[in-house]
């Protein structure tokens, strides 16, 4: 790798995906959410007070990604310590499997989990931050008053919701997110949120006490209980702060990886990034079809130990044979790739997929002080559970579906006080000891193969990072479906991964199911920042000079 | 007639006064190769049986905690759980094992009753005990189960006989047994307690014991002893299910607390056991003038009273998720400022404002395991599985029930406050004692008592059988008065402490297994106040 080709050949986009600052970045899948981070750190706060501030501002903007009633993950990288801060949302104690259908556990109320962005969020805030409480919330606010544009992805996303919106009996979703309650609003029709505002407001107020055994508690008691969902004042009283775990850790060629440790994902892309590692970097970054097969052959394998192998969150630590995380398994698994797609591993379009591509979003954020914040966040699908607390303008989150529901002995089984399984692997690079990238994507099972081709091109290849997201990418399902931008590849590689025996799912060029990756760089051979939005999603990347 | 035929003239004045048929436990014991001390002497011996066997200080602890659910089945078993604090010499490393049950899936208070809490079906949390105890073994361990389990099994099938302890603690619980499925198996005729001396077998508890050493703990979670509790648990209106079962409540690793006094370094238990009491209690206590400090005497006592007390109230106020402990900024039960305060409030004379066993093993290579492990109430929840032949706990009792903001406060899958503490300390960084006790509250208390009584050079039996007292949150203070001076109730009194006067030996102020490193060997004591007995390997 040659960090100063990766950090010189960075251009700046007009669009803002793309850009450079002298005293720190933020880069998120909105641009009203990333100016608020930038507003943040021109005002005095750091990496992790920007970091709550984009957070708040996406929960009003990009409200059907995430928000309030949803949960947050993350890393924060201080000083030299780096803490892996599991914002976990849990099960309700009444929502026992045997109460829960395929519908419910979807769609409507009782699909929830205790919502813990705002204690994740207060954490933060309480524990990094250096501006007050209020000064994070406070741009939020503003956007939720003031109104921001709808994207065209918000537009066709309310569209495809329209059923699960309106067969809800109490309308709730759609009232807030469907033009006058029934159809999809139009591209660039702006969208102002009074109730969120005025949540917001009284959150910043009155502190993340109200949420969990104050007046909104009480109301989210109260909407819960009207509408049969099985979240209660006592399930909200035990406030969910989140638990600081340690974050893994892996090298690629001469940079370190830390990421998220279960319930998150992040052995999923060290392990296919320790596959890669055995490969040289000269095949890998030269691009060829071959490489590209192995690429994907990589992404497949390592999605397959992940999901034979869940771990109890707070047992984990103690895992004698950590062996996704075992760079000689890796190095056997990187073995084991041949010229062909695996032929015990047999395509089958049937096989489990994780939910949603387009759901989820992360945002990155650096300061000059040398702090770094990759977070991700979530309401799980696309508009939660498409019902929205009454007269509190956030959606609840459908988190039941990211658990297991049929067998009991699952660390993830549907049950009280149970996390769910989450797909996101917010990272951060070390190079040379210090904070180099930090990165993350949403996405659910692309999550990995988005970040693990990212770094790829950076690492082996020298790209910028603008480059590196931009560039093409593939998926491969562990059903052996590879999905990859046809249109952007050169027509060999894709007839090549078809000879090997994948099945090709042929998406649209720059298509969000492909990830959508949110990076920021500290520059290490020249002074400052750059920042990328990922053009899949938008967004823009912005920082103070 | 010829000599042989004469029958012996017995001098009466040689015979002892006690009654004969009574088993006399060996309380101190010592031993080159390692020490097991715990609170029954069958227990005891299957410790030393498995060490003599080449089985460590792990497999020796478990071995006897299998027997404890046999031969003291009212105070442990495997419907309970298991809390371990462990030291492993060869990599130097101490941690706290925490085996803590959770409360089924079906939890919920609004469909429990206050009487549900403590007896009955539906008292009980996930049964830990079989999965915690397997755990170590097979992580840190050397023998197979079946070998480890050989000994309860034997206890079981053999019986063993009731105590005087025993059969005064079932006439006080009869109420309680009388009625319920636990009667079936522990009264004589399901109606009086089995007389003293009795031999006491349990064919069902073996033939659990049995399946587990051919098939795994993992019957118990997923298997044909599954099944068994799940169809009597649903008979009978209980909360437990396979599906509860089926999420095997493995242990949790977490460091120990640690803590200076004196020259020792103390390792104990973190939440959600009771360590951060103890340390507490020691930092408040070498911090107190030296007139202040010899519990033996009026100022000491009442200085000890009160210290107890503070701690208490710092616990009360300060519930920590055991998960959440570590990230905590700023640990104020572990603060030797927050104790200065408190012991300057002590020396100024400022007024300031439960049943589990516990058993302590030694090997010869340096490994160390305190354990303390319970079905909380004495005989749990009073409900057996007739064909399991083990009683199952009680604790959704110990958990809170007013606050939905507090950590233990019950729900599904939430795990209950322990009073536990499971301590090892260690001299001139190497591990020289490991004690522990039951006895609910008591149990901190218990150990600071014996603890304070080694540092003041007093041998390990005289540490153990000295004289103890307890002080409740309300001010009351329990103690073996007769055996203290007898100016001591006045100056608590006097202090503003109300004064109870309990038996010499109480069973009510816990019960300390202490096993002590020294340069020669190794010496166990078990306390008198129970059934307990000390032993080692002979070498």
């Given amino acids: 790798m040659n960090p100063r080709k990766v950090e010189s050949t960075f251009r700046p986009a007009a669009d803002g995906t793309a850009a450079e600052a002298a005293r720190g970045m933020v880069a998120s899948a909105s641009s009203h959410a990333t100016r608020a981070g930038v507003e943040i750190l021109e005002a005095g706060g750091n990496a992790f007070d920007a970091a709550c501030a984009v957070a708040f501002a996406l929960s009003v903007c990009e409200p059907h990604m995430s928000g309030l009633g949803g949960q947050t993950l993350g890393l924060l990288h201080r000083g030299d310590r780096c803490v892996a801060l599991d914002g976990s949302s849990r099960v309700p104690a009444r929502a026992l499997r045997e109460r829960i259908d395929s519908k419910t556990q979807r769609d409507g109320y009782r699909a929830a989990t205790v919502p813990s962005t705002p204690a994740a969020l207060a954490w933060i805030n309480r524990h990094y931050g250096r501006l007050s409480w209020p000064e994070v919330i406070a741009p939020a606010v503003r956007i939720a008053r003031e109104g921001y544009p709808i994207t065209p992805l918000e537009s066709e996303l309310q569209e495809r919701e329209l059923g699960p919106f309106l067969e809800s009996s109490s309308r709730s979703g759609a009232r807030y997110f469907l033009r006058g309650g029934e159809r999809p609003y139009a591209a660039g029709e702006v969208l102002q949120q009074p109730d969120l505002a005025d949540t917001l407001e009284q959150l910043a107020k009155e502190g993340v006490e109200s949420f969990y055994s104050g007046d909104i508690a009480q109301r989210i008691d109260a909407d819960m209980r009207e509408n049969d969902g099985f979240l209660r004042a006592d399930d909200l009283a035990l406030t969910p702060w989140p638990i600081e775990r340690a974050p893994l850790r892996r090298r690629y060629r001469s940079t370190t990886v830390l990421t998220m440790p279960p319930p998150g994902s992040g052995r999923t892309l060290l392990l296919a990034l320790m596959m890669l590692n055995h490969l040289d970097s000269s095949f890998l970054g030269g691009r060829s079809p071959e490489s590209r097969h192995f690429v994907a052959e990589t992404l497949r394998k390592a999605l397959r130990q992940r999901h034979e192998r869940p771990y109890d969150p707070d047992s984990y630590p103690q895992v004698e044979n950590k062996r996704m995380l075992s760079r000689t398994f890796a190095r056997e698994l990187a073995a084991s790739i041949t010229e062909q797609i695996d032929p015990g591993l047999p395509v089958d379009p049937n096989a489990p997929v994780l939910d949603g591509w387009d759901e989820t979003t992360h945002l990155s954020a650096m300061d000059s002080e040398g702090n770094a914040a990759s977070i991700t966040q979530s309401i799980e699908l696309a508009y939660g559970a498409k019902v929205a607390a009454n007269r509190l303008g956030f959606l609840y989150n459908n988190y039941l579906m990211a658990c297991d529901t049929k067998d009991p002995s699952h660390p993830y089984y549907l049950r009280p006080g149970g996390v769910p399984w989450s797909s996101a692997a917010p990272a951060i690079v070390v190079r040379r000891g210090r904070p180099w990238i930090a990165m993350g994507s949403p996405g659910s099972e692309r999550i990995s193969s988005a970040l693990a081709q990212f770094l790829m091109h950076v690492v082996d290849d020298s790209a910028s990072i603008q480059e590196a997201v931009d560039r093409p990418r593939v998926h491969c399902s562990l059903g052996g479906v590879v999905s990859l931008e046809a249109g952007r590849f050169p027509g060999e590689v894709v007839e090549h991964l078809a000879e090997r025996g994948y099945r090709i799912e042929s998406m649209p060029e720059y298509s969000s199911a492909l990830g959508a990756i949110q990076a920021v760089l500290r520059c290490q051979t020249r002074r400052g920042f750059q920042g990328v939005a990922d053009r899949r999603r938008g967004g823009a990347a912005a920082g103070p000079d | ?539």
């Fill in chain 2, 1 to 539: 007639m010829r000599p042989l035929d004469r029958p012996r003239r017995v001098d009466t004045d040689l015979l002892e006064l006690g009654d004969r048929r009574l088993h006399h436990p060996q309380r101190l014991a010592a031993s080159r190769g390692g020490m097991v001390s715990t609170a029954h002497y069958r227990a005891t011996e299957a410790g030393v049986e498995v060490l003599e066997a080449g089985g460590n200080a792990i497999d020796a602890a478990a071995a006897a905690a299998f027997a404890l659910g046999v031969c003291e089945p009212a105070a442990s078993g495997l419907g309970g759980q298991t809390m371990m604090l462990i030291h492993l010499a060869d990599e130097q490393r101490t941690l706290a094992l925490d085996g803590s049950s959770r409360a089924p899936n079906r939890a919920t208070l609004d469909t429990l009753s206050r009487a549900d809490l403590s007896r009955g079906y539906r008292a009980t949390t996930v049964p830990s005990t079989p999965a915690v105890l397997d755990y170590a073994r097979r992580t840190w361990g050397r023998r197979p189960l079946a070998q480890v389990l050989e000994p309860a099994i034997r206890v079981a099938e053999e019986g063993f006989t009731i105590s005087g302890l025993q059969h005064a603690l079932t006439r006080r619980e009869l109420p309680h047994l009388k009625g319920r499925s636990a009667a079936t198996l522990f009264l004589k005729a399901g109606a009086t307690p089995l007389p003293v001396g009795a031999l006491f077998r349990q064919e069902a508890l073996a033939a659990t014991l049995r399946r587990l050493a051919e098939h795994g703990v993992e019957d118990f979670y997923n298997g044909q002893i599954a099944r068994t509790i799940d169809e009597d648990m649903v008979r009978n209106d209980g909360l437990l299910r396979l599906e509860d079962l089926a999420r095997i409540p493995w242990p949790i690793e977490r460091p120990p607390l640690a803590a200076r006094f004196g020259p020792y370094r103390v390792f104990t238990f973190p939440p959600p056991g009771a360590g951060r009491t103890l340390v507490e209690m020691l930092n408040i206590v070498e911090q107190l003038p030296g007139r202040l400090g010899d519990p033996d005497t009026p100022a000491g006592a009442v200085a000890l009273a009160q210290t107890i007390r503070q701690a208490f109230r710092d616990r009360r106020d300060r519930p920590f998720d055991p998960q959440f402990y570590a990230q905590i900024p700023e640990k104020r039960m572990l603060s030797r400022d927050h104790a200065r305060q408190i012991a300057r409030g002590i020396a100024r004379g400022t007024d300031l404002r439960g049943e589990t066993t516990h058993l302590s093993v030694m090997d010869g290579e340096g490994n160390v395991v305190a354990l303390t492990q319970s079905i909380e109430l004495i005989y749990g929840a009073a409900v057996v599985t007739p064909e399991l032949g083990f009683l199952y706990n009680d604790y959704l009792s110990a958990f809170e029930t007013e606050d939905p903001s507090h950590p233990y406060y019950l729900r599904p899958n939430a795990v209950p406050w322990a009073s536990v503490a499971p301590t090892i300390v260690f001299r001139r960084r190497r591990p020289w004692a490991a004690m522990g006790s039951p006895g609910s509250e008591r149990i901190a208390p218990a150990v600071l008592q014996v603890l304070l009584r080694l540092h003041a050079g007093r041998p390990p039996l005289d540490a153990v059988a000295a004289p103890r007292l307890h002080c409740f949150l309300d001010g009351v203070v329990a103690l073996e008065a007769s055996r203290m001076r007898d100016d001591i109730p006045a100056a608590l009194e006097r202090a503003g402490f109300e004064v109870e006067k309990r038996d010499p030996y109480s069973f009510f102020l816990g019960c300390v297994q202490l096993v002590v490193r020294e340069p020669d060997g190794f010496v166990g004591v078990a306390d008198s106040r129970r059934d307990g007995s000390a032993g080692g390997p002979r070498v």
